[in-house]
């Protein structure tokens, strides 16, 4: 764990320098107006490389925390409805039905679960295709585990991406949303708990992520 957080360290440094290196720029312009109130334009771009530069070290430090766990019985269909009661604003903007069928009760570490969850249907949502979002969350009982079902109809991850998605900073098709760090918590947390965590390509489309959790 050490030499892959070493391995991540020389990534944050390399995308931290890019809004630093912009936040540097615009305090220079601002200080050549010295005197003159601040060109909001300027102002805007700075907030946004702050928040750019921020958002990256919070990813990175709930990244290096997605493997302490603290076990509790936890149930999944109420950790579910607070991840839907948070995700409703982007749920509604996008027009997006949730559907969840019953969930088990498992043990774990709520607020890692909560994480998990809210992260993978988010991306649901957010990697949407032309028609309205449909989300689907279930959990069939296997022979040892729970394997844990979201499934949407949106675009879909491209059989190059299936492993990678899964790393840091491992943005498919080039977005430019959101900070990539997403799927490799996913994927900390459930290893954490014991499970695995994959990705499949639906024959009519969309995309199903899958993890297991121990009975
Ligand atoms: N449901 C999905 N459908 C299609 N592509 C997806 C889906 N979920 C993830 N991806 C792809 O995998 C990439 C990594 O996902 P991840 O959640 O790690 O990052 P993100 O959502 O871009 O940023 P973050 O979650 O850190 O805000 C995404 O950028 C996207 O390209
Ligand atoms: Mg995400």
Same mark, same amino acid.
């Given at each position: 764990m050490e030499a892959e957080l070493r391995g991540y360290a020389d990534v944050v440094a390399h995308d931290l320098r890019e809004p630093i290196t912009g936040i540097a720029h615009l305090v220079t312009l601002l200080e050549r107006g010295a +005197?003159?109130?601040?060109d909001p334009e300027a102002l805007a771009l700075l907030r946004a490389s702050t928040e750019r530069a921020r958002e990256l070290i919070d990813g990175v430090l709930v990244y290096a925390r997605a493997g302490e766990l603290r076990r509790e019985p936890v149930a999944l269909g109420q950790l579910m409805d607070e991840v839907a009661t948070d995700l409703r604003p982007s749920l509604e903007a996008a027009g997006a039905t949730l559907e969840v069928a019953e969930l088990p009760a498992v043990e774990g570490d709520a607020r890692q679960l909560r994480r998990l969850l809210q992260n993978l249907v988010g991306n649901a949502v957010k990697f949407h295709g032309e028609a309205p979002p449909r989300v689907e969350v279930s959990a069939p009982q296997g022979p040892e585990d729970w394997v844990v079902t979201v499934r949407d109809n949106g675009l879909g991850v491209a059989h190059d991406d299936v492993e990678r998605i !899964?790393?840091? !900073? %491992? $943005? %498919? $098709? +080039?977005?430019?949303? +959101?900070?990539?760090i997403g799927l490799a918590v996913c994927r900390r947390v459930v290893e954490a708990h014991g499970g695995r965590i994959w990705v499949e390509q639906p024959e009519d489309g969309g995309s199903a992520f899958r993890f297991t959790l121990p009975r």
């Open positions: +005197g003159a109130p601040a !899964f790393g840091m !900073f %491992a $943005r %498919a $098709r +080039g977005e430019a949303e +959101g900070t990539s």
